[in-house]
């Protein structure tokens, strides 16, 4: 009778060697305290814009911050929206919103802007991120000019960790 535990054979490991599980998410570092000057401390806690693009279809495009960026967008954002099954009238909103956004941030100044498109409902989100911060005296004529297009909704904001500018606009199929 044969036994596992041999003297003239010892135990050999399995091959291959268990891999440990990865680690743990790391935990964050705690964030500093400030003195608030009343004896208490806070913490300091930056609010952070982020535009997020999730679980539906999307497109992106980057374009020099030049004149000629808008009409090349706004076709570039129909033949998008048409691939993926709607149809876009001449005179819908979209490429009109489109063309304006991406003027407003070439405008803005700046070497580059980037153009996102998503659909969601029948309904089509273009947002265009210039990588500019400065604040331009005709923000609001920009968006009552988008907003007489015909849009369900239009905005603009600033990011503050990276300094860009958010121009974007939510319009029906």
Same mark, same amino acid.
């Given at each position: 009778m044969t036994s596992i535990h041999n003297e003239d054979h010892p135990h050999r490991p399995d091959y291959p060697p268990k891999t440990p599980p990865p680690?743990?998410?790391?935990?964050?570092?705690?964030?500093?305290?400030?003195?608030?000057?009343?004896?208490?401390?806070?913490?300091?806690?930056?609010?952070? !814009?982020?535009?997020?693009i999730?679980?539906?279809?999307?497109?992106?495009w980057t374009y020099e911050a030049a004149a000629w960026s808008g009409p090349k967008a706004a076709r570039a954002v129909v033949e998008k929206t048409t691939a993926w099954g709607y149809r876009v009238l001449q005179d819908h909103a979209l490429p009109a919103a489109t063309e304006a956004l991406v003027r407003a941030a070439a405008d803005a100044g700046g070497r580059r802007l980037s153009v996102h498109?998503?659909?969601q409902d029948h309904?089509?989100?273009?947002?265009v991120l210039s990588h500019e911060?400065?604040?331009?005296?005709?923000d609001?004529? !920009? !968006?009552?000019?988008?907003?007489g297009l015909g849009v369900n909704s239009c905005g603009i904001d600033t990011d503050r960790t990276d300094g860009g500018r958010r121009r974007w606009a939510l319009i029906d199929l």
């Open positions: 680690p743990k998410k790391p935990v964050e570092a705690p964030r500093p305290a400030i003195d608030t000057g009343k004896g208490k401390k806070s913490v300091l806690v930056q609010p952070r !814009l982020r535009a997020r999730a679980n539906r279809r999307a497109a992106n498109l998503a659909d309904q089509a989100l273009v947002l911060p400065e604040h331009t005296s005709n609001q004529t !920009l !968006l009552h000019q988008i907003a």
